[in-house]
């Protein structure tokens, strides 16, 4: 069984920064992309910062330029570097995995539990 665990979500004031990290586990073959969502009251999930297993990255405009996403392939494991934030950014962080469980396996996406961050003086 797969698992995504995230961690490092919290308070933090405006301008201010955190650090996101997910770990994937379980039963694992390959890890493909990985990358980082958000949902914020009333509003419909959207993509952050996406990373594929090479290194190539995607951000969402909003992202551009204070968010930086990483992996580590040996750790299945990817992280989201959040800079200069703001009560906008305040949500719901999904991270999210496209891997395969074993190699006669399709990939599948899988997802996290959701971690909050809280943009707020």
């Known amino acids: 069984q797969v698992q995504l665990v995230e961690s490092g979500g919290g308070l933090v004031q405006p301008g201010g920064s955190l650090s996101l990290s997910c770990a994937a586990s379980?039963?694992?073959?390959?890890?493909?992309?990985m990358g980082w969502y958000r949902q914020a009251p009333g509003k419909q999930r959207e993509m952050v910062a996406r990373?594929?297993?090479?290194?190539?990255?995607n951000y969402a405009d909003s992202a551009k330029g204070r968010f930086t996403i990483s992996r580590d392939n040996a750790k299945n494991t990817v992280y989201l570097q959040m800079n200069s934030l703001k009560p906008e950014d305040t949500a719901v962080y999904y991270c999210?995995?496209?891997?395969?469980?074993?190699?006669?396996?399709?990939?599948?996406?899988?997802w996290g539990q959701g971690i909050q961050v809280t943009v707020s003086s």
């Open positions: 999210n995995a496209n891997l395969s469980p074993t190699n006669w396996v399709p990939a599948r996406d899988y």
């Open positions: 379980g039963s694992i073959f390959r890890v493909y992309g």
């Open positions: 990373i594929s297993r090479g290194g190539s990255t």
